[in-house]
């Protein structure tokens, strides 16, 4: 079995900060790609960042430069910085981890979800 566990998420106002994180634990050998996705209301689910096993980043165009992404491989953990914030983040965020078991293959994994609120 697999857990992702996401937190850091809440009210914010605009031009504020937040750092998510997801921990992933159970009978994990190996860990891929780390993303953060969002869905705001009555849009479809898009990608925010990813992160290699090497390091190599990706982000939306809507948040280059305002969001860094990053990972810990001993704590099995992605984290999401999150700084001048704006209302139109707003969204519930999602954890995506491409994750290999012990002898099993490579499955994704998604967190639960945690919203994110930008608003005066």
């Known amino acids: 079995q697999v857990q992702l566990v996401e937190s850091g998420g809440g009210l914010v106002q605009p031009g504020g900060s937040l750092r998510l994180s997801c921990a992933a634990s159970g009978s994990i050998r190996s860990i891929n790609t780390m993303g953060w996705y969002r869905q705001a209301p009555g849009k479809q689910r898009e990608l925010v960042a990813t992160i290699t096993s090497g390091g190599i980043t990706n982000y939306a165009d809507s948040v280059k430069g305002r969001f860094t992404i990053s990972r810990d491989n001993a704590k099995n953990t992605v984290y999401l910085q999150m700084n001048s914030l704006k209302p139109e983040d707003t969204a519930v965020y999602y954890c995506?981890?491409?994750?290999?078991?012990?002898?099993?293959?490579?499955?994704?994994?998604w967190g639960q979800g945690t919203q994110v609120t930008v608003s005066s």
């Open positions: 995506k981890l491409d994750i290999k078991r012990f002898g099993s293959s490579w499955y994704n994994y």
